[in-house]
């Protein structure tokens, strides 16, 4: 874990009256944190309940393992004027929780206002041994907050996205550490084991995933290992396989789908496939010619 340099902070606007009917008193959202303050007194307990719901999903996703920090809450109707709530925020989203006692002059209704000041702690997370520092590796790629320590030159290799982004022309190329934005750590792991020969191999659960990454990040040595297996080895139903093909211009797979359209009622049931309207017009001028040779 490391600690981010930018403090979180917000204060809302003003003192809010709190009494036995309030609800939700402030919703703010700020630096990719949402929340929403509630309050009401409890008139049998004498006492002020206050609440505060963080929802930072925006920042979970960007690495930030959790958030801490404080509320200070101030009213001249407290016992104490200022007090102070700590926090740590390990999910999102999180409630804190706090009862405050009023002063004995107190005549029914609180004036509040709060503020919150929290430091981001970014998460460092694991990644397999094989991605740590070796002999054989010359390049950290960041992703998820996790560090894939890689071979540039193999990674080149194998696609043209990494011989670019490695380039001296490009202002990556210079970085000691290059971050790789909007992708899971999961699914860029996977990536990399099906990069290399020796570690997976694509399965029906995994190809959609494997397309998509192998298609963004110009691997086509992916590409080749899932249309092979589409080809013989999957038991996705025919519908869908063609609709990945003709996505990906997998063309002998599409010519195979095609061809397992050999009667009306395979005809009628892609046209209910609910990606349908997503094959290209291409393929569907091709898929009437089928079904015009079936008459």
């Known amino acids: 874990m490391s600690t981010s340099e930018e403090l979180i902070e917000y204060k809302n606007d003003g003192k809010i009256a709190v009494d ?25 307990c004498n006492v002020v309940c206050l609440s505060w719901d963080f929802d930072w999903d925006e920042l979970k996703n960007k690495g930030i393992g959790s958030l801490v920090g404080e509320i200070i809450i101030r009213s001249e109707e407290f016992q104490e004027s200022q007090i ?13 929780d706090t009862v405050v006692e009023p002063n004995p002059t107190f005549e029914g209704v609180c004036h509040v206002d709060f503020e919150y000041i929290l430091v981001p702690i970014i998460h460092v997370a694991q990644v397999d041994d094989e991605f740590g520092p070796s002999e054989a590796t010359d390049g950290v790629l960041l992703v998820g907050g996790a560090k894939f320590h890689v071979n ?24 000691e550490e290059i971050e790789i934005k ?22 029906d ?51 195979k789908c095609i061809l397992m359209v050999n009667s009306f009622e395979r005809a009628k049931q892609l046209e ?20 015009l040779k079936l008459m």
């Not at 925020?89 to 999180?94: G, I, S, V, Y």
């Not at 992916?222 to 297996?229: F, G, P, R, T």
């Open 272 to 291: 209910k496939f609910n990606r349908y309207s997503e094959i290209s017009n291409n393929t569907k001028a091709r898929l009437f010619d089928r079904v």
């Open 182 to 203: 909007e992708v899971n750590l999961e699914d860029f792991k996977l990536l990399l084991h099906t990069i290399n020969p020796m570690n997976a191999f694509p399965n």
């Open 152 to 175: 540039k030159g193999f990674l080149s290799y194998q696609s043209e996205y990494f011989r670019a982004l490695f380039s001296s022309n490009f202002k990556e190329g210079e970085m």
């Open 20 to 44: 036995v009917y309030t609800g939700v008193l402030d919703v703010s959202e700020t630096k990719g944190i949402k929340c929403t303050w509630t309050g009401s007194i409890i008139k049998e």
């Open 84 to 96: 102070h709530v700590d926090i740590d925020l390990k999910e999102t989203p999180q409630r804190i």
């Open 205 to 255: 659960g995994n190809i959609e995933k494997l397309l998509e990454l192998a298609d963004r990040f110009l691997v086509p040595s992916v590409i080749y290992k899932v249309n092979h297996h589409l080809l013989n080895h999957s038991r996705i139903e025919n519908e869908k396989l063609l609709w990945l093909a003709d996505k990906y211009n997998l063309e002998e797979l599409l010519k």
